[in-house]
């Protein structure tokens, strides 16, 4: 299982010849599912070729404090913003000496201290350096701070020296890493979330769609990412921003959303139909704006209407089957057809809620559900729908761990 999924690492290199070995960390939090960008100091780079870092880590090496077209792209504030944690391996004496008087006389030294997020060094030097009683009380003052002291370890040093100065094993150092952050319930698992109305056009100007607002697919994937889960939403049209670090697909139509479905859960472990899919398409569509005057006088017109395919039933019933949860939207009977969708399409769990009710319904910001599972129900009290999502999320996590 990854344990850095979702996490953003702001890794900083700074001059020592354990540099080299940070092409590798980059790639090992890679792995288990961090996304990383490199700041190197001047001195780091003697030892390492930003070029390198940049190649492994897919993204842009930074170096220079006052440049004017890095910081317009992503200065030191963006880059501190970013960061869920800045580790800072290899850290020279040098740097955490700078680091305790508060310096900001390069990008590395400037962005720590904007950072609000938890900040780590992993110090690498010759044993003597390391004994040094400078570096010993600027070790204290750190860790005083709450900076986290990664190591560092003993053996043979670069000089041929050998003592305490090493850096930490590259191994050592992301399961250090990966202990700073309480791992969620979801913590590397893959989600997959359909979300909001599909469109069915009748004319390059008419569709048949419903009231979905997909606020509570949304509020579900984000409650998923802050799970630990990676999740990937794929969306009919709606106003909402998508929630930051979803992979999103946007779709209009069902057999769209269909497709885009069956593509993306193929490497999924959960997936949640939260979408509130037109079940019925024209059986054409007419390629002109159809005209009032095509209807016989008095007489109306009739649309003849086709079955779209069943997204999450399609879903339930491949193998492998991904634990899957459904949504039933009722205006009656809530509970009797909940339980009814729940066997007939195959679902793991299915959520039951009233949408007749304009204060729980579609455009609303608080939802009251039912939760039913093959062998029991959970009614839940009314609630808003990121705290619906919050609980949905872990009752999920209980019954896909039982499942395991
Ligand atoms: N669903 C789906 N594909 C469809 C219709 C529904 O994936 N073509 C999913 C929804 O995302 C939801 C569940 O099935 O998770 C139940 O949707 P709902 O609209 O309540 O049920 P329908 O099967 O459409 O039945 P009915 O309209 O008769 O209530």
Redesign the pocket.
């Known amino acids: 299982m990854q344990t850095l999924t979702n996490k953003r690492v702001l890794l900083g290199v700074t001059g020592g010849i354990a540099a080299y070995k940070s092409a590798e960390l980059v790639r090992r939090l890679q792995d288990q599912g961090a996304d990383v960008r490199v700041v190197m100091t001047r001195a780091a780079a003697e030892f390492i070729t930003p070029l390198t870092l940049q190649a492994l880590s897919q993204n842009p090496v930074h170096t220079e404090l006052l440049d004017s077209e890095t910081e317009s792209a992503m200065g030191h504030i963006e880059l501190a913003r970013w960061a869920d944690l800045v580790l800072v391996a290899p850290a020279t004496a040098d740097f955490m000496a700078r680091l305790v008087a508060g310096r900001g006389d390069d990008l590395l030294t400037t962005l720590c201290l904007a950072a609000e997020c938890p900040l780590a060094v992993a110090p690498a030097m010759n044993q003597a350096m390391w004994a040094n009683p400078s570096t010993q009380q600027n070790c204290t003052s750190l860790a005083d701070r709450g900076i986290h002291l990664f190591g560092p370890g003993a053996g043979l040093q670069a000089c041929g020296e050998t003592g305490l100065g090493r850096m930490l094993d590259i191994e050592e150092i992301v399961i250090q890493t990966a202990g700073l952050f309480t791992s969620g319930v979801l913590a590397g698992r893959r989600v997959l979330i359909?979300a909001g109305p599909t469109r069915e056009a009748i004319d390059p100007v008419r569709f048949i769609t419903n009231h979905s607002s997909g606020k509570q697919g949304y509020a579900l994937a984000t409650a998923a990412i802050e799970a630990g889960a990676s999740v990937t939403i794929v969306s009919g049209p709606t106003h909402l921003d998508p929630p930051d670090r979803a992979n999103c697909v946007f779709v209009t139509s069902?057999n769209e959303m269909h497709n885009a479905v069956q593509e993306a859960v193929l490497d999924v472990d959960i997936f949640i139909?939260?979408?509130?899919?037109a079940?019925y398409r024209p059986v054409s569509v007419s390629e002109q704006k159809i005209k009032k005057s095509a209807a016989p006088s008095n007489k109306g017109i009739t649309l003849e209407l086709v079955e779209?395919?069943?997204?999450?039933a399609t879903v339930a019933n491949s193998e492998p089957k991904p634990f899957t949860i459904?949504?039933?939207?009722e205006t009656e009977n809530i509970m009797e057809?909940a339980r009814q969708?729940l066997v007939a399409?195959n679902l793991d769990m299915i959520i039951a809620n009233d949408v007749g009710d304009d204060d729980i319904g579609f455009n609303s910001d608080q939802n009251r559900t039912t939760i039913l599972w093959p062998d029991r129900t959970e009614a839940l009290p009314m609630m808003s729908k990121s705290a619906l999502a919050s609980r949905i999320i872990e009752l999920i996590a209980e019954t896909v761990e039982k499942d395991d």
């Open positions: 359909t069902t139909g939260v979408a509130a899919v079940d779209n395919p069943d997204i999450i459904g949504f039933a939207a057809y969708k399409k």
